[in-house]
């Protein structure tokens, strides 16, 4: 062999990788690359995601070396500056092999949801009242969710908190509340109104709901009973606000009606389903301009409501979702949130809250926290 030709050896690509310098872009980017990896584990802190500029390129492999593009995130966990360390995809196996990968955008969109809800339940869990405190659900149109979006507070804040929340009927007519709960108990709405004055302990109450496996107890209406007066539904929150320390209310359609002007009297944070279709949300607006010329408390309770648009998997033109855009923007309310479609709740049977989708779930928990805020804003 000629002592002027290169010896082939094996691990050519070895070779060739151990004389590469990248070109670094940042002193960071140094820093990045060389320094070894902290040797206790991070603290995991969400990354917030970046806006425009961040690329989705990842490093790629050629031959034998690992080349990286001036566009690659290289950020590395410090003892001064510890993001959350990747552990998905190709950032992971990086991180794993010692040079310690910030997440990705998928990844770090994940952690970012994470971190919302654990805020939004923490929000929901340590809130703290002197007394007991109403939660109105109410639309002046018939259909729009009331009573999902009652089942679906309701159990959010039993399921947080631990119990302790009742969910009624205050309609005047029977309505679909104890249809849409779990369970088939043999006494409701009618018998408690016929028994409000016995009641003395909780396990009496108790004998009237319909336990939930998120902790909420319902009160329903399990037959045919005399119209709900306004009276009855003082004299039933009077005893439920004895037991329970949030009490929900799943109204009906009829704003003139004694029962649900004392339910608005009764209530602490006004919450307003809506579909995306054009009469759902004027009759919601119809309502809130209704509370705002009452004055006093009613017009407090428009004003701090909370709106929950719901998709229930009925067409949805971008024309009048845009319009309706407008009018919920101009509604004037604390905040608004919206429930993506569920397949459990479009069945329109019983409701497990545990059976909601993931999306579903999260979406009812932050527009809780946002009741919970609205609640904790005019806390007395």
């Known amino acids: 062999m000629n002592n002027e030709q290169e010896v082939q050896q094996p691990f050519g690509g070895a ?21 070894p990896a902290p040797t206790e584990p991070p603290v995991a802190e969400v990354v917030p995601i970046s806006g425009a500029g961040e690329t989705t390129e990842q490093p790629e492999l050629q031959g034998d070396a690992l080349v990286y593009t001036p566009g690659d995130d290289l950020s590395v966990v410090t003892t001064d500056d510890r993001p959350t360390v990747a552990t998905e995809g190709l950032r992971g196996v990086l991180s794993k092999l010692g040079i310690r990968m910030a997440p990705g955008i998928e990844e770090r969109a994940r952690l970012q949801a994470e971190e919302s809800l654990r805020r939004d339940e923490q929000t929901i869990r340590q809130a703290t009242w002197t007394r007991a405190q109403g939660v109105l659900i109410a639309n002046r149109k018939g259909g729009t969710g009331k009573t999902p979006t009652a089942i679906g507070v309701g159990g959010v804040l039993a399921a947080v908190r631990g119990g302790s929340v009742a969910i009624m009927e205050v309609s005047d007519d029977r309505g679909g509340l104890s249809f849409r709960a779990e369970g088939s108990p043999k006494l409701g709405m009618g018998e408690l109104v016929r028994d409000v004055d016995k009641i003395r302990s909780a396990g009496q109450l108790a004998g009237y709901t319909a336990p939930q496996t998120s902790f909420a107890a319902v009160i329903g209406s399990v037959g045919n009973r005399p119209p709900l007066t306004g009276e009855d539904v ?3 929150s009077r005893v439920i606000d004895e037991y329970y320390g949030i009490r929900v209310m799943d109204s009906g359609n009829q704003p003139s ?13 006004l919450v307003v389903p809506v579909f995306n279709s054009a009469d759902s949300v004027l009759e919601a607006i119809d309502l809130l301009d209704l509370l705002r010329s009452s004055g006093a408390h009613a017009a407090q309770l428009a004003e701090n409501a909370v709106i929950i648009r719901i998709t229930d998997g009925r067409p949805e033109y971008p024309q009048i979702v845009e319009r309706l855009d407008r009018l919920i923007t ?3 309310v604390r905040e608004v949130h919206a429930v993506p479609f569920d397949q459990h709740i479009a069945e329109r049977g019983q409701i497990t809250l545990d059976k909601l989708s993931p999306a579903a779930r999260r979406a009812f928990t932050a527009a809780t926290a946002a009741v919970v805020r609205s609640l904790q804003a005019v806390a007395n």
């Open 15 to 35: 070779r060739r990788a151990a004389g590469y310098v990248e070109a670094p872009t940042t002193r960071a980017d140094v820093e990045d690359v060389v320094s």
């Open 234 to 236: 003082e004299a039933v």
């Open 257 to 269: 009606s004694s029962a649900f002007q004392a339910a608005v009297a009764t209530a602490d944070a």
């Open 330 to 332: 101009g509604a004037r």
